[in-house]
């Protein structure tokens, strides 16, 4: 039996709980629904903890892999691979507490809104699980921690965490609003990432590098966006208030823009690899499986079907059979 509207734009929602970077998580749909009490007002002492590391999203810290991005290219021309792969390691982990403290600060500021959400009135701070006041507590708890740990590797590593901290928070209060700066700061989030691993090595990363990572990342914020903008016009489910601001034409401009730099980048950085590299022809081979993710990528953007990219990646087999094979021509490009 097919489903009725009302079915569809509750799946909707429920889809639109599960966001991919701390600054999405800030944003709120329109026509809530009554607000609701919080479950419990006096959680116990280990609800309280299971609460603070839930709304801490450890689930999401997967997306902090991009920091062995830097590393990996450079792996192969370290003088000590050790100390290079234990500096990805603490910028991963610092990486990972800086977020999530993003993300408690987050849901503190977004309480009432997320109490009148059919879904997010169930996080730990909606429920009341956690008082907003702790969640504060455990931010600058976690924030602290994280700056803490990135010293450990370099102070050019705390300065890149507290740069993003500042950017998200802005964001979360007040710069989720405007257009374009949200999709601008959205993206940031994957290119500081990269930048995190790379400043933790003291590695001197390629101009192509980076302007991979920043197109790449734009073309998959951009592209969640329209996807969410066709979901909207086919079954009129709910979608975020900032989204209003822009139309479907606007965000595919942004999107297929945003594909032809990212592919041409790409392609400029592997010939650059290959002149690098001992002549490897791998690093040109690699733009084969690299150009048909992107497009397979696509596919599910046009269709109005993206979600989160992380939850993309684990559900298309095809897409994870070309990123396998993406990674292995690079290997051999600079391991071979």
């Known amino acids: 039996m097919s489903e009725t509207t009302d079915e569809r734009a509750e799946n909707a929602a429920a889809a639109e709980g599960a966001e991919a970077t701390p600054a999405e998580h800030a944003e709120s749909v329109d026509a809530p629904i009554p607000p609701t009490a919080p479950v419990s007002a006096n959680p116990s002492p280990l609800g309280l903890v299971l609460g603070v590391v839930k709304t801490a999203r450890p689930k999401q810290w997967v ?16 003088t000590n691979r050790t100390e290079l792969a234990i500096d990805a390691l603490i910028a991963f982990v610092a990486f990972s507490l800086t977020a999530s403290s993003v993300y408690l600060i987050n849901d503190a500021v977004d309480v009432e809104a997320d109490r009148a959400h059919p879904t997010k009135r169930n996080r730990p701070i909606a429920a009341g699980i956690v008082p907003v006041g702790v969640a504060y507590a455990a931010a600058a708890g976690f924030l602290v921690a994280g700056l803490a740990v990135s010293f450990a590797a370099s102070w050019q590593l705390a300065v890149v965490l507290a740069v993003y901290e500042a950017v998200q928070l802005a964001y979360c209060f007040g710069l989720k609003h405007q257009p374009v700066v949200d999709l601008a700061i959205v993206g940031s989030g994957f290119l500081m990432r990269s930048i995190a691993g790379g400043v933790a090595g003291g590695i001197a990363m390629s101009q192509w590098f ?102 993309i990646a684990l559900k298309d087999r095809v897409l994870q059979v070309l990123g396998a094979s993406w990674v292995l021509t690079l290997f051999l490009s600079f391991y071979l």
């Open 210 to 311: 980076l302007l991979v990572t920043a197109f790449g990342s734009l073309f998959m914020v951009a592209g969640k966006r329209y996807a969410e903008i066709m979901l909207f016009e086919r079954t009129g489910a709910k979608i975020r208030s900032s989204l209003k601001k822009y139309s479907a034409s606007y965000l595919r401009f942004v999107w297929a823009t945003s594909a032809a730099i990212l592919i041409m980048s790409y392609c400029l950085w592997a010939f650059e690899i290959r002149q690098t590299e001992h002549n490897s022809v791998w690093a040109v081979v690699s733009m084969v499986p690299f150009v048909i993710a992107v497009l397979r990528y696509a596919v599910d953007v046009d269709g109005g079907n993206a979600g989160a990219p992380d939850e």
């Open 63 to 78: 997306k902090n892999v991009l920091v062995f991005a830097a590393p990996f290219f450079a792996f192969s021309k370290a």
